[in-house]
């Protein structure tokens, strides 16, 4: 069985900075696909960040130059490191993992507020 466990959500100020981080335990190995989804009441999930076991990275254009996506795959880690938060960004976040198959987490909140 996949587990997938994300930390690091929370309330910051517009122009703040968070780090979410997500691993995965499991019978599992070699993934290959790791990365990051956001969704706000209302619409649909969108694609923030994903990064490959090879490094290669795609981000969402709204967060291109704030958001970093890495990865340990020694540890089956992802993280994403928020910089220069905007209200905007507020929205549940979830883990994402490629392994024959799609795995979620649970989610975390995020809030960028004043």
């Known amino acids: 069985q996949v587990q997938v466990v994300e930390s690091g959500g929370g309330l910051v100020q517009p122009g703040g900075s968070l780090r979410l981080s997500c691993a995965v335990s499991?019978?599992?190995?070699?993934?290959?696909?790791m990365g990051w989804y956001r969704q706000v009441p209302g619409k649909q999930r969108e694609l923030v960040a994903i990064i490959r076991r090879g490094g290669e990275t795609n981000y969402l254009d709204s967060v291109k130059g704030r958001f970093t996506i890495s990865r340990d795959n020694a540890k089956n880690i992802v993280n994403l490191q928020m910089n220069n938060l905007k209200p905007e960004d507020t929205a549940v976040y979830y883990c994402?993992?490629?392994?024959?198959?799609?795995?979620w987490g649970q989610g975390t909140q995020v809030t960028v507020s004043s």
């Open positions: 994402y993992v490629n392994f024959m198959a799609n795995y």
């Open positions: 499991g019978n599992i190995f070699s993934i290959d696909v």
